[in-house]
């Protein structure tokens, strides 16, 4: 049984997927290549492949000529072309355009439209378990923007972690290394709240976390931080996101895929499991707590 993407996250990215893997199930079963099903709206097998996957928008006139090509008519027809029009709605950052590149857009939709997030990152805490104090200090860091555009890409940060909340919410396992606990970022004060939180997040039963020891090199076994992304519908294909400061990389291919999943798979079976995560986070914010102390 397909399972529904909540309407709460995800914006029209998730809406495109769910059109895609309809319009796909509609191709396959009538048997029809994405060659034939290009050449009957005008356009090539690329562009239905990326349809299908919900990489772009969709027109409106496209769905309704694959609709009838499939021989989907009455009200299954409806509502996958009301589906389309709210898919065409603007997405919910749009109002922070200016400060997400253009890279990155994709990954916003593909990110709050996931089921299971899978984060590797040797450095840093995980965007999405940072406070908004820690994500300026790295920010300012690593990039160079005026106040009010730090301010604004501190704010586009803060609304992806809703994809962690609400009533149905993303799963998240973290690989950090104990290192990034450690690795001060704007201050004692900054990281005694950062560390607050990341505690507070092992508490939630939808984050998982799991810490590298300075002891075992357990995190190194791939050498950039990545994302892993997967779907509630079966259809759409898991997908890698890895990026750079002038770009970004999506793998969605299943054997490349599995290089990445078997990467996150050995860091986290070497590394402090999530019931111990909290712990190792106190231990070192004892440390921060020492600093604090006249």
Not at 75 to 101: H, I, K
Not at 218 to 238: K, N, Q, Y
Request: glycine share 6%; hydrophobic share 45%; aromatic share 6%.
């Amino acid at each position: 049984m397909t399972q529904a993407y909540s309407g709460d996250r995800g914006g029209p990215t998730a809406l495109r997927m769910r059109v895609g893997a309809r319009l796909r199930r509609y191709r396959l079963a009538r048997q029809i290549s994405r060659e034939d099903a290009g050449w009957h709206i005008r356009a090539s097998e690329s562009k239905i492949s990326r349809m299908e996957l919900g990489r772009v928008p969709f027109k409106e006139r496209d769905v309704a000529d694959l609709l009838t090509l499939y021989g989907v008519d009455g009200a299954e027809r409806q509502e996958l072309l009301t589906l389309v029009r709210q898919a065409n709605a603007p997405a919910w950052w749009q109002s922070l355009a200016d400060v997400v590149p253009p890279w990155s857009t994709a990954f916003l939709g593909l990110e709050q439209a996931a089921s299971l997030i899978r984060t590797y990152d040797l450095h840093f805490v995980p965007a999405l378990l940072q406070t908004p104090e820690y994500a300026r200090a790295l920010l300012e860091m690593s990039c160079a923007a005026p106040p009010e555009e730090l301010d604004r890409r501190v704010h586009l940060r803060q609304l992806r972690q809703r994809v962690l909340r609400g009533t149905s919410p993303a799963v998240l396992w973290a690989a950090v290394d104990e290192a990034a606990l450690h690795r001060e970022l704007g201050g004692p004060e900054v990281m005694r709240r950062q560390l607050e939180a990341l505690a507070e997040a092992c508490r939630a039963p939808n984050i998982r976390l799991h810490i590298g020891s300075f002891r075992v090199d357990a995190l190194a076994t791939a050498a950039v931080p990545f994302t892993l992304l997967r779907f509630a519908e079966p259809e759409l294909p898991d997908t890698v996101y890895l990026e750079q400061p002038t770009g970004a990389t999506y793998v969605d291919r299943p054997v490349d895929v599995e290089q990445y999943t078997l990467a996150v798979d050995r860091a986290c079976a070497g590394a402090t499991p999530p019931d111990r995560a909290a712990s190792v986070i106190e231990e070192v914010l004892r440390t921060y707590a020492a600093l604090a102390m006249p």
